[in-house]
């Protein structure tokens, strides 16, 4: 028999609005330069303080919804989501339970679609840290981050394999970036992934969706994309000997090592935890208006897509403007260069992918400049680069060889000479046609 | 004296507020070994020099000595709510409600003593000692403001402020012979108010009379940035209603709440202030309100879970002692509560507690769509004897009866003295209106106390 990849993804992307989700502390838990600096009695979680939602906040979370094509909920509202662990200060933490406030959504991959089940808005925990002090073990709490917004984004279960897991994260986290509403940093923790993986047998017809698997790993501790996909493929086999063994993988939650680039159990279905969801009372219920979604969705920036096509537009090869929708800087540089000499603009899109310029340092206006004066310098008479080819051509004649019986490669490698031999003057489309009709 | 008399005087200078706190602690001296009423009560010379330093203001409450219910949080003063648990805490901020008084000038004597975290009708449930009830010191003072009741009862200051989640201030207003007011959900903040049931939780004055809360309520009242279920309904002026004919007004009688259980002298003390109301010019109309019982049920589900999650927080990792210090009865309710929000129990419990609340709603609702306030007992029966509702849990819940269906709704209520049973305990009634209907409820108190004169009584200490 054999299995398909049944996976969902849970990522968590902090806002980085002013102030935290419901205080007026500061939100920059990575930039503070001292631990709890940025709290009060609410995000301290002191007897009596009370939480005010972040307007801001909601209205980030409502445009993630909006750019993930979900729809918006009319009626929403907070709960209580109830664990123990130090760095909770409250006991509980407000996340909202059946009434996120968006959902059914979806993201199109190559692979095709994966839908959105739900994107929520909640608050982040403070931060532990573990240290030796005067020779003792013990354990911080760091309370800068506790309360700063927290999106979460949940798909469903129609993630098919690895290869379009790490897409699908990817976009998601282009169209996020897009927003200008987190920095989607994995390395500082302000985006957070969680894998669901299980494994179902192959039906009939392939195009349906198989019914969900009577269990569900849930993987975390993933803090990259290949490790997300790593741990994808490291399930698929893991279960896969215990599916063809005839027994069911066990429900459990696993961590991702990425030392060993394999999974560990965490916690059994017996340690699962009964959050014991009830409405935040503190926090009134919220009728979001058509209006309101109106006034969030002018705010919708192009998104990851468009801007790709954008930049097909100016004759810059896909692969190239895949690299660049999430860099908002180099986009203006592009557009802008695109406006001087639209000749330019796959030249500097390939230079800025390949980190061969630093735009903060070379105004666009300078760059056409310069490449002016480069193809100034260019040799572009015909006769004169024919006679130029044609030493080449002679001179490597395996080269010849080889192209002709279908070695693409050997084609650059000519262009290599060419240019070599040229130190570096030759127009490069001119020369190319002249030994493609040559050869 | 009343707020309004006192406010003449120190306006007058035929009084000054260092006066003031000096009858209070003479008072407090007197009797508060009998009575029990403090937690914390502040050193007179901490009180002296506060007053010293603040400026003289045309505030009705600028030096009025007044106490907090020990469940408010008061930047630099220790803050315990009755529990173990924070003995020693001493808060870095400062409640809304504190706040707004320290702006207007009263004067914070001391913190009072209460079932811990509210969780009792009597201030028997404290770590801090039980609070005797200044009218018979063998008696509980209810609760679980009790400390606050029994401390304005035995003139140890002029006016205080309750937390009113089931009754909490209506019940021992009514065993003390004071007036209190458990306001509209959303009136006033609940910032810094240690919370016991989020959605029930009301902060509220407590006094001798109902123009005295309408003093401290036009002073409390309003939004608050810091609490989202405060409302933007405008605040009425509340002094100005006083005195408003009542010709015209109706009151309903709900008749399902004089039947068994109810003791026969609180029964007639109330019948008597009807005919007094009838007087008045206001009419009087027999109702139906059959919700008492699962107004109790509603109540002690929808409570108790929210207290297993505000009380999450008392894990004495950061700040006062280990879950160890709780009480008995704050386990059980912390127990119900966890296991009413539990997987699979949910449903049963808490969601239908919550369909049962709205219920509640609309049976108010109706009850108040034929009249402008209900007339309802506070207690069953006379303040019982030390000792004999913590030993009884069910007993002990079956005393907010008349007071907890009040809270799922969110309407205010008035308890106010109606008279004395014949062994001279004090008999209080209640007045239920319709929501932010503060004016019209302190209008009918304060008529009322025209002609009676039931809270002029002081007991003998």
């Not at chain 2, 009754?167 to 003390?176: E, F, K, L």
Request: aromatic letters at 8%.
């Amino acid at each position: 028999m054999t299995y398909s990849l049944v996976c969902g993804a849970e990522i968590h992307v902090e806002l980085r609005t002013q102030s935290k989700m419901f205080c007026g502390c500061k939100n920059d838990p990575f930039g503070a330069p001292n631990p709890n600096i940025y709290t009060c009695p609410v995000c301290l979680g002191m007897p009596g303080a009370l939480p005010v939602p972040n307007k801001k906040a909601i209205e980030d979370c409502i445009l993630i919804g909006l750019a993930l094509n979900c729809q918006i909920s009319e009626v929403s509202k907070f709960d209580r989501k109830h664990y123990f662990y130090p760095d909770l200060g409250k006991g509980y933490q407000i996340s909202q339970y059946d009434e996120p406030f968006c959902v059914g959504g979806y993201v199109d991959t190559s692979f095709g679609r994966v839908g959105i089940t739900r994107v929520h808005m909640e608050e982040d925990t403070a931060k532990l840290h573990h240290e030796t002090v005067n020779g003792e073990k013990v354990s911080l709490i760091d309370f800068n981050r506790s309360s700063v917004p927290l999106v979460e984004i949940v798909s469903d279960p129609d993630i098919k394999s690895a290869e379009q897991a790490k897409e699908f994260l990817k976009k998601v986290r282009d169209i996020v970036r897009a927003l200008g509403v987190s920095d989607c940093d994995m390395d500082k923790g302000s985006m957070r992934l969680e894998a669901n993986i299980s494994l179902a047998p192959v039906g009939a017809d392939p195009s349906v969706r198989p019914p969900l698997p009577p269990y569900k790993v849930e993987v975390k501790n993933i803090n990259s994309f290949r490790y997300f996909a790593n741990s994808i493929e490291y399930e698929m086999k893991r279960q896969e000997e215990l599916l063809l063994k005839g027994s069911t993988p066990k429900q459990e939650t696993r961590g991702y090592r990425q030392d060993g680039n394999r999974t560990e159990s965490q916690r059994g279905k017996e340690g699962a935890a009964d959050y014991r969801y009830f409405p935040e009372p503190d926090i009134p219920p919220f009728r979001i208006s058509r209006e309101m979604v109106q006034d969030i969705a002018q705010r919708l920036p192009q998104l990851p897509e468009a801007i790709i096509a954008e930049l097909i537009g100016y004759s810059i090869p896909e692969s190239t403007a895949r690299v660049l929708t999430g860099d908002n800087a180099a986009l203006a540089y592009i557009r802008e260069i695109n406006k001087l000499d639209p000749k330019l603009s796959p030249k500097v899109a390939g230079a800025i992918a390949n980190k061969k310029i630093d735009i903060t340092k070379l105004l666009p206006s300078d760059y056409v400049k310069e490449e002016s004066t480069k193809a100034a310098d260019k040799i572009t008479d015909v006769a004169e680069l024919t006679k130029l080819v044609e030493s080449v051509v002679t001179a490597n004649a395996q080269s010849i060889t080889d192209y002709q019986a279908g070695k693409q490669n050997a084609l650059g490698f000519l262009m290599g000479q060419i240019m070599k031999t040229s130190g570096g003057k030759a127009d490069t489309t001119i020369a190319k046609d002249i030994l493609t009709k040559l050869i | 004296m009343s707020i309004k008399d006192l406010a003449a005087k120190i306006k007058n200078k035929n009084i000054t507020p260092a006066q003031l706190v000096e009858e209070a602690y003479t008072n407090i001296q007197r009797s508060e070994d009998q009575i029990n009423s403090f937690i914390t009560l502040r050193p007179k010379s901490d009180v002296l020099e506060e007053l010293a330093k603040l400026k003289p203001s045309n505030s009705p409450l600028y030096g009025i000595p007044y106490v907090l219910k020990d469940a408010y949080a008061t930047k630099g003063i220790q803050t315990t709510t009755a529990s173990n648990i924070l003995k020693g805490f001493v808060p870095t901020y400062s409640a809304t409600v504190y706040k707004k008084l320290q702006a207007a000038g009263a004067i914070l004597i001391g913190k009072c003593n209460q079932d811990a975290w509210g969780h009792g009708g009597s201030t028997e449930n404290t770590d801090f000692g039980v609070t005797h009830n200044p009218w018979d010191i063998s008696r509980v003072a209810g609760g679980s403001s009790g400390g606050p009741a029994a401390a304005i009862a035995a003139n140890f200051c002029t006016f205080a402020i309750g937390e009113d989640t089931g009754g909490s201030i209506r019940n021992p207003a009514a065993w003390t012979n004071t007036t209190g007011l458990k306001v509209t959900y959303g009136r006033v903040s609940r910032y810094g108010a240690i919370a016991y049931a989020s959605s029930f939780d009301t902060v509220g004055p407590m006094a001798k009379t109902a123009e005295d809360l309408a003093y401290i309520l036009s002073t409390i009242a309003g939004v608050d940035p810091y609490d989202a279920t405060t409302s933007p309904t405008p605040i009425d002026d509340y002094l100005a209603h006083l005195g408003n004919d009542l010709a015209g007004k109706t009151i309903g009688v709900p008749k399902e709440l004089y039947g068994d259980g109810l003791d026969s002298e609180i029964k007639a003390a109330i019948m008597s202030a009807i005919e007094k109301y009838k007087e008045m010019g206001v009419k009087i109309i027999e109702i139906s309100l059959p919700i008492s019982e699962i107004g109790l049920a509603a109540y002690y589900l929808i409570a108790p879970s929210e207290t297993s999650s505000n009380l999450a927080r008392y894990d004495g990792i950061r700040f006062g002692q280990g879950r160890g210090e709780f009480t008995q009865e704050t386990i059980r309710r912390i127990m119900i509560g966890t296991y009413a929000l539990s997987a699979g129990y949910y449903d049963a419990y808490y969601r239908k507690a919550q369909k049962v609340r709205t219920l509640l709603v609309r049976a108010y609702e109706q009850a108040l769509a034929g009249c402008d306030a209900l007339i309802m007992p506070v207690n069953p029966t006379m303040p019982p004897q030390i000792g004999e509702l913590i030993s009884d849990p069910l007993s002990n819940l079956l005393a907010d009866v008349y007071t907890t269906s009040i809270n799922p709704v969110g309407v205010p209520s008035l308890a106010l003295p109606a008279g004395f049973s014949k062994s001279g305990l004090p008999i209080g009634m209640q007045l239920v209106g319709k929501k932010f209907s503060e004016s019209l409820l302190l209008n009918l108190g304060y008529q009322y106390q025209q002609v009676t004169d039931w809270h002029t009584r002081s007991p003998k200490l």
